[in-house]
């Protein structure tokens, strides 16, 4: 909650309709090297990020989990949710509580904090020294999508 509170989410969170918040549990947040942890916490916009990245417009049901289909955040990428031997899971973190109704939201407790995509842009040039006959520019921009 101190997260929320810090990324100034708590009005925005309870005052939303109908969302499903896939909540870490604070085992979750020791699994994260400290260093990392206070950076982020000092970083509102990219605490922002990480946060909104566990909440999705709508109430999900279980099976609606288990169904696989990819789940929009508000952050605006997407998680994937689905059930496998019994136990459900949202990009590899294990719910540990699940369908826990409130009065706004659905809510699954689980067992890693959900990181957004990275997207990383290289653009990378390979020029001739001046003069060259085989003179010419080469450029290439890679994109790597990159979800924790």
């Known amino acids: 909650m101190a997260a929320v509170k810090k990324a100034s989410l708590v009005d925005t969170l309870n005052s939303a309709a109908n969302i499903t918040v896939f909540a870490p549990a604070n085992s979750a947040f020791a ?4 260093s990392t942890l206070n950076s982020v916490l000092a970083n509102k916009t990219e605490l922002t990020k990480i946060l909104t990245h566990h909440v999705a417009p709508g109430r999900y049901t279980p099976a609606e989990l288990a169904s696989g289909k990819p789940i929009k955040t508000l952050e605006g990428a997407t ?27 659905t809510v699954y407790i689980i ?13 990378l040039s390979n020029q001739c020294w001046p003069g060259s006959p085989a003179q010419r520019g080469i450029r290439a921009s890679i994109t790597v999508m990159s979800s924790s």
């Open 31 to 34: 699994k994260i090297p400290s």
């Open 111 to 123: 067992n890693t904090v959900l990181m957004p995509p990275v997207v990383l842009t290289v653009q």
């Open 79 to 105: 998680v994937k949710a689905s059930m496998s031997g019994g136990t459900y899971s949202v990009n590899g973190a294990q719910v540990v509580c699940g369908n826990v109704q409130t009065a706004n939201a």
